[in-house]
């Protein structure tokens, strides 16, 4: 029989992909799931027990969740990713560390063939399929629901004509839980105008009365929360059980997709929102503006290179290095408020505050230079004014 890894999520369309490529196709099926943060140990359980009921040879589950921080999620909160402002690439980033770890398993066993469940209409099968043909373009690849273009009742029907009678009532929500951040999709984010209704979101409103925290980051990582230290995936997962209570992190995101069209897609992201916000805060204080200013194209660069699936493109270990090394300084303590549906940035401490040189403060008292040392250095300043609109003068 042929070996076939399928990426397998215990949905519908990765649950036909098993019976299909395993009843009709005659393939060995190892089915594979990767975590990347969200998954209950029941819910790995669960998902193992209906992979091999509709034929799969083996089900492996893999712990991915410091994978997709160690290679992922601390460079998007060095370059303070938001794309287009908005959006922590929750979904996105997943699926890029999720498709590494399906190559590293397919190599590991000698399969000669990966499956996905993804249709023709949506990003992931860009990312899916980039990954395997770049490291692993000897692998082929099997795509079942594209390639036959089928419909959620199609899939069905072959399910229970095959004795699979699970539930497979479509949720009104759609939920894509990490440990970057849920999406939450639906049939207003299909529209341009409609907002998700309160209840869409898995975590709702639990707390009223505001909240203090006080976040610690050495090197742009975050160490401790209210002088607690822990790892930063420890951390992320803490601040992301305090502030979801106050239901902040809200929001839709609209973007180009990777094939050519505008989408919309609902999300929630307590941790990742405070700690892009506050990183970026001691970042103000701690470093140069031409840092913060190269680090702002940067960032908005590898975040769409990641997105787009372009991970394994050279340039993104180029731009984590540079990324890496603006954050040696970033070191410090920052005061955030927690609120309902919201949160405030107080301030911060750190011994890199570069506020705190004595040459001066912002609107006050000098002590660095005289008021001829000012005249003179505005004087210089303005010269290529003065040169262009001498030269340009007549023709005004």
């Keep these: 029989m042929k070996k076939l890894v399928l990426a397998y999520s215990g949905g519908l369309d990765t649950s036909y992909c098993a019976k299909y490529l395993s009843q009709e196709k005659g393939f060995e099926v190892h089915a594979v799931s990767v975590n990347t943060g969200g998954f209950s140990p029941e819910e790995i359980k669960e998902i193992e027990q209906k992979a091999l009921a509709l034929g799969a040879t083996s089900y492996t589950s893999i712990d991915a969740v410091s994978n997709f921080y160690d290679k992922v999620v601390k460079y998007l909160i060095y370059g303070n990713v938001l794309r287009n402002n908005t959006y922590p690439l929750s979904v996105s980033a997943e699926r890029i560390v999720q498709a590494m770890e399906i190559v590293d398993h397919a190599k590991k066993i000698g399969a000669e063939y990966i499956a996905h469940g993804s249709t023709g209409a949506g990003n992931d099968q860009v990312r899916f399929d980039m990954i395997f043909q770049i490291a692993a373009p000897d692998i082929n690849i099997i795509t079942p629901i594209r390639d036959n273009k089928l419909s959620r009742e199609a899939e069905i029907e072959y399910l229970q004509k095959n004795g699979i009678d699970y539930s497979w009532e479509k949720a009104k929500y759609s ?12 049939d207003e984010t299909l529209t341009s105008h409609l907002s998700l209704p ?42 992301e059980s305090i502030a979801s209570k106050y239901a902040i992190g809200r929001d839709i995101h609209v973007g180009d997709t990777i094939i050519g069209i505008k989408g919309r897609v609902g999300f929630e992201a307590a941790a990742p929102t405070i700690i892009i916000k506050a990183h ?3 970042e103000k204080h701690t470093l140069s503006k031409w840092q913060q200013y190269q680090k702002e194209q940067l960032g908005n660069f590898y975040g769409m290179l990641l997105h787009e ?68 250095f505005i004087k210089i300043l303005s010269n290529p004014g003065k040169i262009a609109n001498h030269v340009n003068q007549e023709n005004d």
């Design 175 to 186: 939920i894509n839980r990490g440990l970057w951040g849920t999406s939450v999709g639906g």
């Design 198 to 239: 309160e209840s869409a979101y898995p975590s709702q409103l639990e707390k009223e009365l505001s909240k203090e925290l006080k976040l610690t980051f050495i090197k742009g990582e975050l160490t401790a929360i209210d002088g607690v230290s822990g790892t930063p995936v420890a951390n992320i997962e803490k601040l």
């Design 280 to 282: 970026h805060l001691l």
């Design 309 to 376: 699936g372009n991970y394994l493109d050279e340039v993104m270990r180029n731009i984590e290095a540079f990324l890496a090394d603006t954050q040696k300084n970033v070191s410090g303590d920052v005061f955030v408020t927690l609120h309902p549906y919201r949160f405030e940035l107080n301030g911060i401490s750190s011994s890199n505050d570069l506020m705190n040189a004595s040459f001066g403060s912002y609107g006050e008292m000098n002590k660095g230079w005289t008021a001829d040392d000012a005249k003179g």
